[in-house]
C-alpha cells in the first residue's frame, strides 16, 4: 500500500529564509506526488505536482520540488520564505491505477517570524 | 468558475442524528472522492467513485454511505452521526490525477 511520511509536524522560519520541508514516499512504482498548501479555513491548493520527465519541478508561489527516487522523497522548497507562506502543507502520493487515490501525508504546519 | 461546492459549511449534529453533506462539481469529472480531516492525521480518504453509478470504499468508510446518481453530485451521508466523526470534511474531484478541493465542511457532533 503506498503511504506518505512528512517526519516535521512543525517548523518555524523566519521571514526571508529558505524553506524545506520534507517528504518520503513508499510506493511500488513510479508514483505521482504532489504538494498542496491550505490556508486556515480553507481547502487545498495545489502546489506543484511530478508525474515524470525532469526531477525538479517548478510550482505555484515561487515553490520547488525535487523527485529523488533513491531517497523515495520529494522535499519542497523556497528560497525565500514570505510571511503569507504560513500555512500547512500537504504532501501526497497517487497510485497510477486503481483509481488513482490520493495518499496524504499528515502534514507540516510553517510558522513564519517577522 | 463555481469547482466545487460543499454544503454546509457548519453543521452540529446530536449524536446519533442522520445527515447528508453535499458536493457538487461543475467540471465534469468522473472521479470524486470524501476525506476527513483531524489534527495531526492528514486526510484520509472515506470513499470514493470512478464514475456515475460506481463507488468504493476508501481508508476509513465506517459510519458513511455514498451514492453517486450524476457526475456532478458526490453526498455522502452519516447514518447515525458518533463524536467521532467529529471532523472536517474535504470533497474533492479529479481530472487525471490532479484534484480539486472545495472549502470543506466543519462538522461537530456533540
Known amino acids: 500500500a503506498q503511504s506518505v511520511t512528512q517526519p516535521d509536524i512543525h517548523i518555524t522560519v523566519s521571514e526571508g529564509a529558505s524553506l524545506e520541508l520534507r517528504c518520503n514516499y513508499s510506493?511500488?512504482?513510479?508514483?505521482?506526488l504532489f504538494w498542496y498548501v491550505q490556508s486556515p479555513g480553507q481547502g487545498l491548493q495545489l502546489l506543484l505536482k511530478y508525474f515524470s520527465g525532469d526531477t525538479l519541478v517548478q510550482g505555484i508561489k515561487g515553490f520547488e520540488a525535487e523527485f529523488k527516487r533513491s531517497q523515495s522523497s520529494f522535499n519542497l522548497r523556497k528560497p525565500s520564505v514570505h510571511w503569507s507562506d504560513a500555512a500547512e502543507y500537504f504532501c501526497a502520493v497517487a497510485s497510477t491505477g486503481g483509481g488513482n487515490k490520493l495518499t496524504f501525508g499528515t502534514g507540516t504546519q510553517l510558522k513564519v517570524e517577522l | 468558475n463555481a469547482g466545487v461546492t460543499q454544503t454546509p459549511k457548519f453543521q452540529v449534529l446530536k449524536t446519533g442524528q442522520s445527515m447528508t453533506l453535499q458536493c457538487a462539481q461543475d467540471?465534469?469529472?468522473?472521479?470524486m472522492s470524501w476525506y476527513r480531516q483531524d489534527p495531526g492525521m492528514g486526510l484520509r480518504l472515506i470513499h470514493y467513485?470512478?464514475?456515475?453509478?460506481?463507488?468504493d470504499q476508501g481508508e476509513v468508510p465506517n459510519g458513511y454511505n455514498v451514492s453517486r446518481s450524476t457526475t456532478e453530485d458526490f453526498p455522502l451521508r452519516l447514518l447515525s452521526a458518533a463524536p467521532s466523526q467529529t471532523s472536517v470534511y474535504f470533497c474533492?474531484?479529479?481530472?487525471?490525477?490532479?484534484?480539486?478541493f472545495g472549502q470543506g465542511t466543519r462538522l461537530t457532533v456533540v
Open positions: 467513485s470512478v464514475g456515475a453509478g460506481i463507488t
Open positions: 474533492a474531484s479529479k481530472e487525471n490525477t490532479e484534484a480539486f
Open positions: 467540471m465534469n469529472h468522473e472521479y
Open positions: 510506493y511500488g512504482a513510479t508514483p505521482y
